[in-house]
């Protein structure tokens, strides 16, 4: 049977709709998987075995009676990003605060998994409320990179990235609030995709910052993550801010760009994203992924956008601003961590210890930032100041776009960096968001894609690919096509990691 | 000169409900100050005559029909409580002895 472990989430559902394999025995591979690697990954913070086969019965049942798959991913395994609400497991988003919660909802991408026939093996690890950039934010502890177990997997969704990366999962579920889906991707050699804002129902994610928010879908490939991205898509009534309109085809823009023709695509180079701050072997890789973008057809432009690097003051200015509301609902009163309830403290001195214990120091840091921003006196400077520089980024999108069918850049100006090295200094780690966040405030669609490794540590790369919103699909067909190419003769990409050992 | 003094950290710890420790207040006041003054750089962009975006996608009221439909029961509402009685959330006493 060979490794089913080593298998894309494509060929799994193959193998399980024909009945070649069935989805126990897919569930099993991975679980067995994670008992023997997730010890030193630390990739899950809950993992469901019962459920996981109990949903895989379902789909190997309703297959033996002959119904058609529920999806096209009926029978895979995933591994959910712990900010997703479960009824039947904890959600914690990495904090203290949540310790122990089992929501009495699903989350909307949660029940269209569900419905999908999609065997959720458990909830993965991240920086305590999506706030971080290399999971050591987490209240739990750090997700290790399987690529080199001293270095952070990125963050907020290191253990969705690493679980992929280890080969505990072929799929997993993100958000990217300012790259959280698509720097992890970048570090541990994994595609990541951030749908246009809106595409992906929020409904039963927990605030962060709810204008910037968005699930997506992550896997070993660009077509898994199609596949995954059209399962969670779709308009929801429960979200006001989800996009009435049909899914981009972004399965048949995978498929489209596998041919390998880029021919007539237009692809834009953002000029600011380079020079300092980058490290040289990212940038050589993003400069052999141009080129062969080239190669496969595409025609090369360089594009100015000139506000990009106000986005990412503006951005830590905007998301602490409303992270600070959006965590004000952590109160104490009617779920969660309560602490100092002694019969004579009030409400608000319960409150105020809940939040003193529940809370990591980059929470508490950014709810300060976010309170600070919008305090009168300083609301214009700062708040006001930032939602203005988020009009002028959009604008250098619109502008760019007029010219070119997608922009690139690398996803990140470094490699995986080592446990540790970033903790003492926020600043430092936001710097990991530098290319990201433009997508986020200007709300379009953008993916990471594994672009080779760099010379001088040998670590994955991340090729960004942004499109206009609700274009998701020209950067699939890209993405695709550049994956093709870069494969040739060379193996799978996520195979190139070292063997964990089991 | 700092953007943030010490003084006005304690404050916004208040503001935000958060008993911070004095030894954290040492620690985030030096981390505020260099992050406030990090993003400060947004003021070097001429925007005066630019409008403001709060949401990438424009935003328009949702209406749906005034229809009952299912919500949690009690049970599901008060089950993650901290604390609860006669089903109801039990709270810490919110009015002082003076009030």
């Known amino acids: 049977m060979g490794d089913l472990t080593r298998l894309t989430a494509a060929e799994l559902a193959a193998k399980v709709h024909s009945r070649e394999v069935s989805a126990v025995e897919v569930a099993q591979a991975h679980l067995d998987r994670i008992a023997a690697v997730d010890g030193r990954v630390h990739a899950f913070l809950h993992v469901d075995a019962e459920g996981a086969l109990a949903a895989a019965r379902a789909v190997d049942e309703a297959l033996d009676s002959g119904e058609a798959p529920a999806s096209p991913l009926a029978g895979v395994p995933l591994a959910l990003k712990d900010v997703f609400a479960t009824r039947d497991m904890p959600t914690t988003c990495g904090s203290k605060i949540l310790d122990g919660w089992v929501p009495p909802y699903d989350a909307t991408v949660t029940r269209r998994l569900r419905e999908a026939g999609v065997v959720i093996l458990g909830k993965t690890n991240m920086d305590e409320f999506a706030m971080g950039s290399s999971t050591e934010n987490s209240a739990y502890g750090p997700t290790r990179n399987p690529w080199d177990l001293d270095r952070i997997p990125g963050g907020s969704g290191g253990g969705s990235s690493a679980a992929l990366a280890a080969f505990e999962a072929p799929l997993a579920i993100g958000t990217d609030t300012g790259g959280s889906i698509r720097q992890p991707g970048a570090v541990t050699g994994t595609v990541g995709a951030k749908p246009t804002y809106g595409g992906v129902s929020r409904y039963g994610l927990v605030a962060f910052s709810s204008s910037l928010d968005q699930g997506g879908p992550c896997g070993r490939t660009v077509l898994d993550t199609a596949l995954l991205h059209e399962v969670i898509a779709g308009h929801d009534p429960l979200d006001s801010t989800s996009i009435d309109a049909p899914v981009p085809p972004v399965v048949a823009a995978a498929r489209e760009g596998a041919a390998g023709d880029l021919t007539g695509v237009r692809v834009g180079v953002v000029r600011e994203f380079a020079g300092e701050g980058y490290q040289p072997g990212v940038l050589a890789a993003f400069h052999a992924a141009v080129e062969q973008l080239r190669a496969l057809g595409a025609e090369i432009v360089e594009v100015s956008c000139p506000h990009f690097t106000y986005a990412l003051p503006a951005y830590y200015l905007i998301a602490p601003s409303e992270c600070s509301s959006n965590l004000a609902r952590f109160d104490a009163m009617r779920y969660g961590l309560r602490v100092g309830d002694d019969g004579s403290r009030s409400a608000e001195d319960v409150m105020a210890l809940t939040r003193e214990a529940g809370f990591g120091p980059e929470v508490k840091r950014r709810i300060m930032i976010g309170t600070y921003a919008l305090s009168s006196g300083y609301y214009d400077a700062y708040y006001g100041q930032a939602q203005k520089v988020r009009t002028l980024i959009s604008r250098d999108f619109a502008a760019a776009f007029e010219r070119v069918d997608v922009l690139v850049s690398p996803t990140t100006p470094t490699t995986a960096f080592r446990i540790g090295e970033r903790v003492d200094d926020p600043m430092a780690m936001y710097l990991s968001d530098l290319c990201t966040i433009p997508a986020n405030l200007a709300g379009n669609a953008a993916m990471s894609v594994p672009c080779g490794l760099a010379e001088e540590d040998g670590l994955p790369v991340g090729l960004q690919i942004m499109a206009p919103a609700m274009r998701d699909h020209r950067m699939y067909r890209v993405a695709a096509a550049y994956e093709v190419a870069r494969d040739a003769g060379a193996g799978r990409f996520a195979d190139r990691a070292p063997e964990l050992g089991a | ?99």
Not at chain 2, 26 to 39: E, H, N, R, W, Y
Not at chain 2, 41 to 48: L, M, N, S
């Open chain 2, 1 to 99: 000169m700092p953007a943030i003094s010490r003084d006005e950290v304690a404050h916004l710890a208040r503001l935000a409900r958060l008993a911070v420790t004095d030894e954290e207040l040492d620690v985030f006041a030096g981390q505020l100050d260099v992050i406030l003054q990090s993003v400060a750089r947004v003021g070097e962009v001429a925007a005066d005559d630019i409008p403001p975006t709060s949401h990438a996608v424009p935003l328009t009221n949702v209406f749906r029909e005034d229809v009952v439909r299912p919500g949690l029961s009690q049970q599901q509402a008060l089950s993650g409580a901290p604390e609860a009685e006669d089903g109801r959330f039990r709270v810490p006493r919110i009015l002082g002895e003076e009030q």
